[in-house]
């Protein structure tokens, strides 16, 4: 298979997100841990899971599946709103080794608040890595679209059929998923602690396995 496009999911994928610095996000958790009180809240036990899913999971899902209260959710997009990275961080060892490399068109999709997106791409050094960049804004009701409709768009307007794109990733919920939906390839890369999904067509521990 010789793809026209090869298209890149960011977050676990080509970081681990678990590399942000903690003095930047414990204290959201701990500000929602504060929050967690009154009729609607939850116990601690299931609130830490939560948390942990959130490393993986867009979190207005993660909400969704623990029941947490909304005032969280808000909680967490104030404090991404103000979030600064102010120090590198590193990709995958493999990321900048490979995708130089690779003859295809390469696209970086990814979900998230933009300015923090924007920031997670230029401290990691891997924007020049890419022909083209698409952020699906969740903080911009008017842009935030979801990946499936994403791909369906550049479908129809770069007169590409499923068989010209591959998608590289790592959710079952985001861009696996997507690209099962509309008959992408899907390549899932199993990094530290992602669950295999028989949503891929297959699976690779390394981007050199591409």
Known sequence: MNPRVIIFDLDNTLFETRSLPQSQT???????????YGHDAVPPDVLEQAFEDSWSIAFPLVVEKYGLPHRMLQLWHDAHQLLELREPLRPFPDVTEVIPRLSSLKYLLTSGYRRVQNAKIDALGIRSLFDMIIID?????????????????LLQTQDWSPGDLLIVGDSSVSELLAGRRLGISTVQILRPGVIPS???????????EL
């Open 198 to 208: 028989n949503l891929a067509d297959r699976h690779i521990h390394s981007l050199f």
């Open 137 to 153: 804004a969740v903080d911009d009701d008017d842009i935030h679209r979801g990946k499936e409709a994403i791909l369906r768009e």
């Open 26 to 36: 414990e204290p959201i958790y701990q500000a929602m841990r504060e929050s967690n």
